[in-house]
T-cell receptor, first 112, second 109 residues
Framework: EAAVTQSPRSKVAVTGGKVTLSCHQTNNHDYMYWYRQDTGHGLRLIHYSYVADSTEKGDIPDGYKASRPSQENFSLILELASLSQTAVYFC???????????FGEGTRLSVL | GQQVQQSPASLVLQEGENAELQCNFSSTATRLQWFYQHPGGRLVSLFYNPSGTKHTGRLTSTTVTNERRSSLHISSSQTTDSGTYFCAIGDTNTGKLTFGDGTVLTVKP
């Protein structure tokens, strides 16, 4: 069964600390995406990737880095976490022949 | 950049009533999609509908591309339909999505 798995599911981080969010897909999809969702709003794209070892900036990349070491794995890295990065983060994967992405269950990040 | 406006922001129904959710977008070169977000947070794709009308179960999506609008009709609503409905437009090449802010639907028994 197609799946996108995010870890951790929730995390509390301190301001200035480093945070790594992980995403793993078993779908053999080319594209992977990281979105953030703030309360009461839609998702916004942070970074995406269409092939291993390559990442692209999305609409709100500042303060975030991404890494795609393999087709299956896509990480989001906050080098210096800030209060404004408190949000729910969603990873998604998509086959290049299909317009509808498959989303993970989200990671709730609180930066204190 | 591309923009997506959804209305209403929230909607409360009695079980059995119908709902009509609206989406207006800024570009005609869309890959219009509708998503449902469970109250617990998980997002699922409902429709990929760049133009025309599509049906699945009690849901109907109609997109009129040259008028830059789409609607989602829910017939005979059920309490399990409660949640947030998003429309999004997608980039043709990369699949990047731009989301609206959603419609929060509450269906009361």
């Amino acid at each position: 069964e197609a799946a996108v798995t995010q870890s951790p599911r929730s995390k509390v981080a301190v301001t200035g600390g480093k945070v790594t969010l992980s995403c793993h897909q078993t779908n053999n999809h080319d594209y992977m995406y990281w979105y953030r969702q703030d309360t009461g709003h839609g998702l916004r794209l942070i970074h995406y990737s269409y092939v291993a070892d390559s990442t692209e900036k999305g609409d709100i990349p500042d303060g975030y880095k991404a890494s795609r070491p393999s087709q299956e794995n896509f990480s989001l890295i906050l080098e210096l976490a800030s209060l404004s990065q408190t949000a729910v983060y969603f990873c998604a994967s998509r086959d290049s022949n299909n317009q509808a992405p498959l989303f993970g269950e989200g990671t709730r990040l609180s930066v204190l | 950049g591309q923009q997506v406006q959804q209305s209403p922001a929230s909607l409360v129904l009695q079980e059995g009533e119908n709902a009509e959710l609206q989406c207006n977008f800024s570009s005609t070169a869309t890959r219009l999609q509708w998503f449902y977000q469970h109250p617990g947070g998980r997002l699922v794709s409902l429709f990929y509908n760049p133009s025309g009308t599509k049906h699945t179960g009690r849901l109907t999506s109609t997109t009129v591309t040259n008028e830059r609008r789409s609607s989602l009709h829910i017939s005979s609503s059920q309490t399990t339909d409660s949640g947030t409905y998003f429309c999004a437009i997608g980039d043709t090449n990369t699949g990047k999505l731009t989301f609206g802010d959603g419609t929060v639907l509450t269906v009361k028994p």
